[in-house]
């Protein structure tokens, strides 16, 4: 048997894999509060649904990452509290975030954590946090997909310039 063999909770993490599960956590805590911000100004209610469902995937996340690190004696990272609700008409207009640019956030956002959980999965040597991460990047992956279809779908998909080759063919 090789060095750090056999059941991956009793291997030690190496510092990579402390800093990377502890900043996705910290990370996860304020996406989790943005969007609960964002509910009150989201009037699409196809939105509000991929907000919600966002917020219950990052806070299982949470949970999960934090079992680990609890397991391992690394202290949590603060979670902010609950945002109150909001009607969405006590928003003055100027002040509220439109509809088209929450979504974009929640793509863009969807998209960083693909590239998060890649990079810890890639550092990993234990194999219980890499195989974690690759769930929560198919999880990603599966929700940035239905992102991409509302921005579509609702005509808020603003595409960069469009390439054509002007090259004649042979």
């Excluded at 989201?42 to 995937?57: F, P, R």
């Excluded at 219980?128 to 808020?156: P, S, Y």
Aim: glycine residues 10%.
């Amino acid at each position: 048997m090789g060095i750090l063999s056999g059941n991956p909770q009793n291997e030690p993490m190496h510092y990579g894999e402390v800093f990377g599960t502890w900043s996705f956590v910290t990370v996860a805590k304020g996406v989790v509060s943005g969007y609960q911000a964002h509910l009150n100004h989201a009037g699409d209610e196809d939105l509000k649904k991929l907000l919600a469902e966002a917020i219950q995937h990052c806070n299982q996340e949470i949970e999960q990452i934090e079992a680990i690190l609890k397991e391992n004696g690394i202290g949590l990272p603060p979670t902010p509290p609950e945002r109150p609700n909001a009607c969405l008409d006590d928003i003055p207009v100027g002040a509220r975030f439109a509809d088209p640019e929450i979504a974009a956030m929640l793509g863009t956002n969807t998209a960083a954590g693909l590239v998060a959980c890649s990079q810890i999965i890639g550092q990993s040597i234990r194999e219980d946090i890499a195989v974690l991460f690759g769930q929560i990047h198919t999880q990603k992956a599966a929700f940035g997909a239905k992102v991409l279809r509302l921005n579509k779908e609702k005509g808020w998909l603003i595409p960069p310039p469009l390439h054509h080759s002007h090259s004649e063919d042979c």
